[in-house]
């Protein structure tokens, strides 16, 4: 009778928790959390410490190839890159209090997707570094994603719509992999405005649910605010972060 309890035992599947690494995840780490609370394995790769891990920066060689080992281990890479550099918004034209906010492009379509000429001109040196160190960060994400992509596993990419990321060659050439878009509206997703947000990766689950925007929207929604103290406030600032709604969706079709 041990014997055949000892068989049986051996012949019981073990359970392994699935496991996520998430590049970029931001300082809260909301998509991870979600992860988590569904069962997941999750580490995480900053520029700053998260719920998860402590404080690492990924412009660190060292820092790199801990997560390139983490990620090749991983069910799913998520690289949800910071698009300080890579937003559309530096080229809106500001109204009322927010005029004297000194903003500039620093990209433009096509050739120009890595940075404008201009950056490479005197008193442009800060905002040549913060350009050149977002593309080093984004190449090397991009790579990661490959790898994912060609070893069959999960890889996904998060930006705004109207990203330059999308520009990058690589980020292209994962279309040209199998993988798709799911482009979704944030107020879609309990978001207060309709931000056009798109993941790409090769996991079609994410894309079953459409999030289109059936609302209606304050005109001036994205209209900058004065507060009280004199600060003027972006509402861009409030849609940096995933809604819980969206990261939970994402997390429970990740678990499909």
Known sequence: MVEESAQEAAQEPTFEFPTAVGLMSGVNAPLELALAWCGWKVRTYELHGTPFDPPSDLRDPEVRKRAEADVELADVCTFQMDCS????AREVKLQGPA????????RGDGLHARGL?????KGAEK???????????????????????????????EQPRGSY?????RAQELLD?????????????GGARAKKQRWRGNIPEVGARRADCHHVHSADEWQPERLPDGEVKLQSREEQEYTAHHVF????????
């Not at 190449?139 to 069959?152: I, R």
Request: proline share 3%.
């Open 85 to 88: 550099s890579l937003s559309r």
């Open 99 to 106: 005029k004297r906010i000194k903003s500039r492009p620093v």
């Open 117 to 121: 000429p201009r950056l490479h001109e």
């Open 127 to 157: 905002e040549l570094e913060m350009v050149t160190e977002a593309n080093d960060l984004l190449d090397w994400g991009l790579e990661q994603l490959h790898k994912k992509v060609d070893a069959k596993d999960g890889g996904l990419l």
């Open 165 to 169: 990321a999308w520009q990058f060659k």
């Open 177 to 189: 992999k199998g993988c798709t878009d799911y482009d979704h509206m944030a107020c879609a997703h």
């Open 249 to 256: 969706y994402m997390a429970v079709q990740l678990s499909i």
